[in-house]
């Protein structure tokens, strides 16, 4: 009880804060009292993750929700007692050494992985995320669903900032393609790299793409610093699918005029670097990554007994094998889901909102517009990032359980496809313009 109440005081606390800020109180199509119950909403949805990962499914050790969060404990225990130690934990900074091992990381379930490899664990993010809102929570769970439920809207809103000037003419239905998903409203409400990621992702983005005034000509650089450095500690893989599509519109931006090459040409130097990186950084090479990352994957489920774990062709780190396993890995991000109904409620979750995801790009070409009148460098931006992390998820991920958390920040991005080549002329008045556009 003593942390429910908590939780309450802190979310009434954050909501005065949003009601002053005018980056939530003053935002183009979106009222403040909107953004008030979709934090709200959230936090319902943060706690109903937290129920379902306390009376469903009741192994906390395996429940990521849960296990950062246990983690952090020996992190904050060493606030009292060597402050200096947490300090260098928490910067990274000489923190790497057998007396570390031997009173904190060893300690912990997560800090090291089973499969370890050169790329960046972010459990580490989570177990100093974690361990920083501890000093606000006290070791209340809920209290930490409320903060991560903050970070995650406060990431949505500046992606709604963000895209809002590209799609003004149906700034109503912006709202609920950004906010609305079932995974989005799921996964990113609860103490998960994706609340983070949601985050990064949205305030790169408005840093990027967003328009602002003259007089604030310096945030946009804070903004794009930020926003690169949560998702390199969080997902970077999502920072590299996003960005040859996002060169490609700045390029097109820069200089009208043929979108398609522009973008032909920056995808072909981006897949020249991938192709190069291995010889450029030995261990680090792209392909060589993702055949790791598979296989790690691949481990992991099988000594957990995953239920939702399907059998996909191994990669090797040649371009040849990754483009013949290309078809399975768009089958395994969009229409996977459908082949685990039977492993849970949550399975179920997924498939209905598999539904959705098929049914919206149809619906849009039903309501097209002329193709001579669509924003085709900001079509080429957004199809770039769903393909490429469409791709790069189908290749690595066996599990569709994880399948469905990771590919959430491509659900946005398939519904601004649909907005853009839609005709506003011809949808229902609740997509359009809204009073305060």
Not at 68 to 79: H, I, T
Not at 214 to 237: H, N, S, T
Not at 310 to 335: I, K, Q, V
């Amino acid at each position: 009880m003593p942390g429910v109440l908590l939780a309450i005081a802190y979310t009434a606390l954050l909501l005065y804060f949003m009601r002053r800020m005018p980056f939530f109180a003053r935002i183009p199509g979106l009222r403040m009292r909107t953004v008030a119950g979709l934090f709200i909403l959230k936090i319902m949805a943060g706690t109903a993750l937290w129920a379902v990962y306390t009376y469903l499914y009741t192994d906390r050790t395996t429940a990521d929700i849960f296990k950062y969060f246990d983690d952090s404990a020996v992190l904050y225990g060493a606030l009292w007692q060597h402050p200096g130690d947490l300090l260098r934990i928490l910067t990274g900074i000489s923190n790497d050494s057998p007396y570390f091992d031997a009173h904190y990381y060893g300690v912990m379930n997560n800090w090291v992985r089973r499969f370890e490899n050169n790329v960046y664990n972010d459990s580490h993010t989570m177990i100093r995320f974690n361990t920083v809102l501890r000093i606000l929570s006290f070791g209340h769970y809920h209290v930490h669903t409320v903060f991560a439920c903050f970070v995650s809207t406060t990431g949505l809103v500046a992606l709604y900032r963000a895209v809002h000037p590209l799609l003004k003419e149906v700034s109503r239905g912006l709202m609920p393609a950004i906010f609305l998903w079932p995974s989005m409203l799921f996964w990113s409400s609860g103490v998960l790299k994706e609340s983070l990621l949601v985050f990064g992702l949205g305030i790169f983005l408005l840093g990027m793409i967003g328009a602002w005034p003259d007089r604030l000509a310096w945030r946009p650089l804070v903004a794009i610093i930020v926003g690169l450095a949560v998702m390199l500690v969080v997902k970077f893989y999502v920072l590299l699918c996003l960005i040859p599509g996002l060169l490609a519109w700045w390029w097109s931006r820069v200089r009208p005029g043929h979108p398609l090459l522009r973008n032909v040409v920056v995808h072909a130097l981006a897949l020249g670097g991938v192709l190069i990186s291995g010889s450029l950084m030995p261990g680090y090479g792209i392909l060589e990554m993702l055949v790791v990352k598979q296989r790690d994957f691949i481990g992991m489920a099988t000594d957990v007994a995953s239920g939702s774990l399907l059998a996909m062709p191994p990669l090797e780190p040649g371009l040849l094998s990754f483009l013949r396993a290309a078809p399975h890995a768009l089958y395994m991000t969009f229409l996977s889901p459908f082949v685990v109904t039977g492993t849970g409620p949550l399975a179920v979750m997924s498939a209905a909102e598999n539904v959705l995801l098929l049914m919206i790009p149809l619906i849009a070409l039903r309501y097209m517009r002329p193709w001579r009148t669509i924003d085709h460098s900001s079509l080429l931006f957004f199809f770039s990032f769903v393909l490429l992390l469409a791709l790069l998820i189908g290749w690595t991920v066996p599990v569709v359980g994880a399948l469905v958390r990771y590919r959430i920040p491509l659900l946005p991005f398939v519904s601004f496809i649909a907005l853009l080549i839609m005709d506003p002329q011809r949808l229902p008045r609740w997509i359009t313009l809204s009073p305060r556009s």
